[in-house]
Each structure stands twice: as structure tokens, then as C-alpha cells.
């Protein structure tokens, strides 16, 4: 069983870095490509951008370019999201998931259960 | 960007209703729509992929259709399970891109 399990909720000050990690079990991480996306409080779903574990090369959301940094250890199976300049608008849940192949491009499945994310002074 | 929009925002329907949502794109993406299911305080959860397969373990009554620029998620008979907020979500090029979503409420 594919399991995904990311770091426990986060408060922030202003200014500051997070970093969140998604550790997965029950398959080779090397696999599948690891996305984030950002959820605000009770808005819709936001691309983050991806990294791929097994050659480290990453894409991201014109958004979130130059404040973000996604990361694979492929010794510990683990991802990791850093999100720098914290500001009050990057209060969120952060959701790691994996990218499926399927019906000839790719779909999110296998969910973490999420990372809330509090900036605030 | 692709843009991806979705109607309605919101919807109330009695169980056992045909319920419809679609999910327009701002330009062709071919049949690369998923299609996902989020209840409150919990991730979301694939229903379909690729615009019309349903992801195993999925009941039957949803189901997708759709190409180039239009799309449609049906639920065939709306059970009192099925409240939560749907999405779309393109897969054709990136940045990977949702729609706004729709709210689901059960009457």
C-alpha cells in the first residue's frame, strides 16, 4: 500500500523559510514525479510546481519562481518543499502528491494529508 | 497559461438527482482533463482521468466526457455521500492548472 505522510503544521513569522516534507512508502520513489500544491483557507487548488526524485530536475509556478525550492532524497524517500519570504498571503495547506501515468498524460493521486502553513507576526 | 473554468460554483440537489458540472479551457488540451473530489479537511481524491477513465475504485455513477476545450463531470444519481467541492485539472502542459470549483450540497 502506497502510503504518503508529510510534516506536521508549521507557524511562521514574516519574512522566514518553511520546509515541508512528504515521505512515501509502499512503491520506488524514483517513479513517479512529486507535485505540490497550495490550497489558501477556503479557496480552490493551486499548482506549486514538481520535482522529479530520480535525476533532482524541478519545475515551478511562475508564481512561486524564486521563493520556491523542491528537493528529493532518494536515501530517506523523501520530498521536500522550502518556501522562502514568507508572507501572510502564503498562510495555506500545502499538499504533496505523486504524478500518475495514465490515458496518456499524467493524474495526481496518493495525497498527503497536508502541511498547514500559519505566517503570521 | 491554460485557464480552466468551471460551472457552477455551487450547486444543492436532492439524492438520486443527475447532477452536471462542467469545465471549459482556454485553449485546446486534447482529453487531458482529471477530474477530483475534495471533502472537507481531507485531500483531494482522483475520480477521473484523461477526461472520460474512471480511476479504479471509483463508484460508476460519475462519470467524464469531453474533448478539446469542454468538458463534463456527471454524477448519474447523487448519493448523500457525494457533498464536497469537485475540480478540474488540466494535464496537458504546464504549470498544471484547476479550475475554480464546485461546491456540491445535498438538498
Known amino acids: 500500500e502506497v502510503q504518503v505522510v508529510q510534516s506536521g503544521a508549521e507557524l511562521k513569522r514574516p519574512g522566514t523559510t518553511v520546509i515541508i516534507s512528504c515521505k512515501v512508502s509502499?512503491?520506488?520513489?524514483?517513479?513517479?514525479?512529486i507535485h505540490w500544491v497550495q490550497q489558501a483557507p477556503g479557496k480552490g487548488l493551486e499548482w506549486m510546481g514538481l520535482?522529479?526524485?530520480?535525476?533532482?530536475?524541478?519545475i515551478y509556478a511562475e508564481k512561486f519562481q524564486g521563493r520556491v525550492t523542491m528537493t528529493a532524497d532518494t536515501s530517506a524517500d523523501t520530498a521536500y518543499m522550502e518556501l522562502g519570504s514568507l508572507r501572510s498571503q502564503d498562510t495555506a495547506i500545502y499538499y504533496c502528491?505523486?504524478?500518475?501515468?495514465?490515458?496518456?498524460?499524467?493524474?495526481?493521486?496518493?495525497w498527503g494529508q497536508g502541511t498547514l502553513v500559519t505566517v503570521s507576526s | 497559461d491554460i485557464q480552466m473554468t468551471q460551472s457552477p460554483s455551487s450547486l444543492s440537489a436532492s439524492v438520486g438527482d443527475r447532477v452536471t458540472i462542467t469545465c471549459r479551457a482556454s485553449q485546446t488540451i486534447n482529453v487531458f482533463v482529471n477530474w477530483y473530489q475534495q471533502k472537507p479537511g481531507k485531500a483531494p481524491k482522483v475520480l477521473i482521468y484523461a477526461a472520460s477513465s474512471l480511476q479504479s475504485g471509483v463508484p460508476s455513477r460519475f462519470s467524464g466526457s469531453g474533448s478539446g476545450t469542454d468538458f463534463t463531470l456527471t454524477i448519474s444519481s447523487l448519493q448523500p455521500e457525494d457533498f464536497g467541492t469537485y475540480y478540474c485539472?488540466?494535464?496537458?502542459?504546464?504549470?498544471?492548472?484547476f479550475g475554480g470549483g464546485t461546491k456540491v450540497e445535498i438538498k
Open positions: 509502499g512503491y520506488n520513489f524514483n517513479a513517479y514525479y
Open positions: 502528491t505523486m504524478g500518475i501515468p495514465g490515458g496518456g498524460s499524467y493524474f495526481f493521486d496518493n
Open positions: 485539472q488540466q494535464s496537458y502542459s504546464t504549470p498544471r492548472t
Open positions: 520535482v522529479d526524485p530520480k535525476h533532482g530536475e524541478t
